[in-house]
């Protein structure tokens, strides 16, 4: 790495927020076959578009779930096998804090999670506010010029992986829903968004 440049990632999700049942059914897919997100195959043997694809390996990825080599493949980590040997299907809340608590360290893979969630105040901003906030503490980090809309992109990403409320007509089998909304940790009222200060801590 050249000198005085920092690692980051800043989108890579195919603009897909983390979906019910993608983090059980990569890691039982990658325990059978570590080399199944570099074949052509994956999308009919995960059941998905060839974005979601994409977008499900960028999870695991930056859930710290798994840890890719050239010429291997994928290989679980740590709290991936601690998931599947106790919680496999990501129904327990301490399950999600786990994952979520990953998610907003990984400062390398996940930048503009790092950043919502470490360094932005946001109370009862519109999500324009919240991409300019973004915007700024993203390129004071890199030292780089942000595209507005890979910024929109990831905010808009956020936003639904968070904040996004269910009906009351509700489908638990709904694979449009992310199970991190049952955090609490974004409050969305009249298109602007708060998080929630009894529960977010640095």
Known sequence: MAEGKVLSRISGHEKFALREGWISKGVLAIENNPRIFLQSDAPETLG????????????????DLIEERAGIGAELKPL???????DFYCQDMFTLW??????????????????????????????????????????K????????HTAKDDVTVVL?????????????????VSPLTSLGLLVQSKEKYTKNSRICRN
Not at 48 to 63: C, D, E, I, P, Q
Not at 80 to 86: G, L
Not at 108 to 119: D, E, G, H, I, V
Not at 141 to 148: D, H, L, P, R, S
């Open 48 to 63: 998905v578009g060839s974005n979601m694809v994409k977008s499900m390996r960028y999870w695991l990825k930056a859930f």
């Open 160 to 176: 639904q992986m968070y904040s996004k409320e269910r009906s009351e007509d509700y489908d638990p089998e709904d694979k449009n």
């Open 141 to 148: 980090y890199t030292g780089a010029t942000i595209k507005e």
């Open 98 to 139: 786990l994952l979520h608590s990953h998610l907003v360290k990984n400062i390398n893979y996940a930048t503009s999670y790092y950043m919502l969630f470490n360094n932005l105040e946001v109370e009862d901003n519109t999500k324009e506010q919240v991409e300019r906030a973004l915007i700024y503490e993203l390129e």
């Open 80 to 86: 991936a096998k601690c998931i599947k040997a106790h």
